[in-house]
T-cell receptor, first 113, second 111 residues
Framework: SQTIHQWPATLVQPVGSPLSLECTVEGTSNPNLYWYRQAAGRGLQLLFY??????ISSEVPQNLSASRPQDRQFILSSKKLLLSDSGFYLC????????????FGEGSRLTVL | GNSVTQMEGPVTLSEEAFLTINCTYTATGYPSLFWYVQYPGEGLQLLLK?????DKGSNKGFEATYRKETTSFHLEKGSVQVSDSAVYFCARRPTGNQFYFGTGTSLTVIP
């Protein structure tokens, strides 16, 4: 069966520090991969998605970046965090085709101080 | 466009009450439709889905019917429980790789 893991689960970072969140998927190949952010009490904002290794689509201009160095690995990064980067970050994957659903990771809670 | 509009919350119900959370979408092509549930501090879990017109998705007593004529996918449950307290998200996948989510509806069920 397929599984998705992301880490770390919780982190507290000072403003201006770097960020790296990692997500891996097991049990499937060539998944579509996604990073979402959920600000407190708000809906989901799609940040990046990827349909293959090295292929990244950015939905919202910001100081975050994403990379997909391997088929089932998706990394969210920042060189310098802002206060506004605080939130709950969710990694997700889906199969190809329009009927497949998204499968979400457990989430990573980022607090920037 | 590709928007999903769902009922504003928060919603508070007594245990065993009937639940409806409205969801409408912008009609572009033939999307697949989903309801996700998020319990506090967790990621989203798929609750149910429907992939074509008139399909009914169901799970854990929840149901939603894909209504193409009204571009709606309303979530219903006949008798809610305290354990159903969560945030519910409606979503659509029009074609290809993108998913579009509503803003979420918070449900609190009181004993």
């Amino acid at each position: 069966s397929q599984t998705i893991h992301q880490w770390p689960a919780t982190l507290v970072q000072p403003v201006g520090s770097p960020l790296s969140l990692e997500c891996t998927v097991e049990g499937t190949s060539n998944p579509n991969l996604y990073w979402y952010r959920q600000a407190a009490g708000r809906g989901l904002q799609l940040l990046f998605y990827s349909v293959g290794i090295g292929q990244i689509s950015s939905e919202v201009p910001q100081n975050l970046s994403a990379s997909r160095p391997q088929d089932r690995q998706f990394i969210l990064s920042s060189k310098k965090l802002l206060l506004s980067d605080s939130g709950f970050y969710l990694c997700a994957w889906s199969g190809q085709g329009r009927t497949g659903e998204l499968f979400f990771g457990e989430g990573s809670r980022l607090t920037v101080l | 466009g590709n928007s999903v509009t769902q009922m504003e919350g928060p919603v508070t119900l007594s245990e065993e009450a009937f639940l409806t959370i409205n969801c409408t979408y912008t009609a572009t092509g033939y999307p697949s439709l989903f309801w996700y549930v998020q319990y506090p501090g967790e990621g989203l879990q798929l609750l149910l889905k429907a992939t074509k017109a008139d399909d009914k998705g169901s799970n854990k007593g929840f149901e939603a019917t894909y209504r193409k004529e009204t571009t709606s996918f309303h979530l219903e449950k006949g008798s809610v429980q305290v354990s159903d307290s969560a945030v519910y998200f409606c979503a659509r996948r029009p074609t290809g790789n993108q998913f579009y989510f509503g803003t979420g509806t918070s449900l609190t069920v009181i004993p």
